[in-house]
């Protein structure tokens, strides 16, 4: 090689040194918060990476995702969160309610979080106002809590005359006393009798289906917890077993065997958190994204389990479903 021809090499390599540095640099570590377990919440990664995707970022391609699960230990959510911002992410994903949104803003006030909760983020002090949440916090706002009287109404439609409603609530959930609240006031309204029962483990559950079982409860409303999410199957597989006409927070259930679900729709909340991660990541500031709340609430009715349990389901009640599954 000549010497001209070997000087013009280097250069251009030495060139390109800061181009794939900088090229490295560009490959950015997002947090991502949960109180569940990975496995049954695949499809919701799923949904997470394609609203990263729409924001043109790729896991493993120019962003990387650390995870964190508390697997059910609420309590451990707020190490969770500590660990992530000494890793020093770009932004976090606080996923599964107001507990992990609580405890990824404890942890950094200059990250940016998204969030999705249930209850009213600005009741729970998360945010200033739905237009322009201040701080480094936004997300969205599924609205579950608020939804209670819906599900019970519904509910009572299906079982005109329950007697007895039982209520299936998790009590290792920090976020309980909200349901409570919600679900007590609606039965409030309409004069129903209704019993709580309380499962935070796969015994529990065993155990509190055979309770309301012995006390003839007429049907059972499920509250929205991660932990009955990641459990969906085996509650299906209880409530269907027991013959007990069941109220579920999402479709998931529904579309697991569960008789009824009545939400927004959960992918495409974690699709969302997904693209607001993706905002973020290129430069807009949380405290003017504005919290995103549901426009459309989904009713989903299983016929083949409304079937297996000797239910005829009304005619107005099939109407208004948004989907019927047979």
Do not use: C
Request: proline share 5%; glycine share 8%; net charge neutral.
């Amino acid at each position: 090689m000549r010497r001209r021809e070997f000087i013009t090499l280097i250069g251009g390599m030495a060139a390109s040194w800061p181009l794939a540095a900088r090229a490295q640099q560009t490959t950015l570590a997002v947090g991502f918060l949960s109180p569940g377990s990975p496995e049954p919440s695949s499809f919701l990664l799923e949904a997470f990476r394609e609203g990263l995707k729409e924001a043109s970022y790729i896991e493993g391609k120019n962003v990387t995702i650390e995870y964190r699960w508390a697997r059910g230990h609420y309590d451990e959510l707020q190490a969770l969160a500590a660990d992530l911002v000494r890793r020093g992410v770009a932004a976090i994903a606080a996923t599964g309610g107001t507990i992990s949104a609580q405890a990824a803003r404890a942890a950094t006030s200059t990250i940016p979080i998204v969030f999705n909760v249930g209850d009213d983020p600005i009741k729970s002090g998360l945010v200033a106002s739905f237009n322009r949440p201040g701080g480094n916090i936004t997300g969205v706002n599924t609205m579950s809590p608020a939804l209670e009287t819906k599900r019970l109404g519904l509910l009572r439609e299906l079982v005109p005359l329950p007697g007895m409603i039982a209520v299936l609530l998790n009590a290792a959930n920090p976020d309980v006393g909200i349901q409570l609240q919600e679900i007590n006031a609606a039965a409030a309204e309409v004069g129903q009798e209704l019993r709580f029962f309380y499962a935070s483990n796969e015994s529990e559950l065993e155990a509190a289906f055979g309770a309301l079982v012995r006390q003839s409860a007429g049907a059972l409303l499920v509250g929205n917890d991660v932990f009955f999410t990641n459990q969906r199957q085996q509650i299906v597989a209880l409530a269907v077993h027991h013959a007990v006409p069941t109220m579920y927070a999402f479709r998931q259930f529904a579309e697991s065997g569960g008789l009824m679900s009545y939400s927004t729709n959960l992918v495409e909340v974690y699709r969302q958190v997904g693209v607001y991660i993706g905002r973020v990541l290129k430069g807009e500031n949380p405290a003017n994204l504005p919290v995103v709340q549901p426009t459309k609430f989904e009713l989903v009715i299983n016929l083949n389990t409304a079937k297996a349990l000797g239910l005829e389901i009304p005619p107005t009640l099939l109407a208004r479903a948004d989907e019927v599954i047979e």
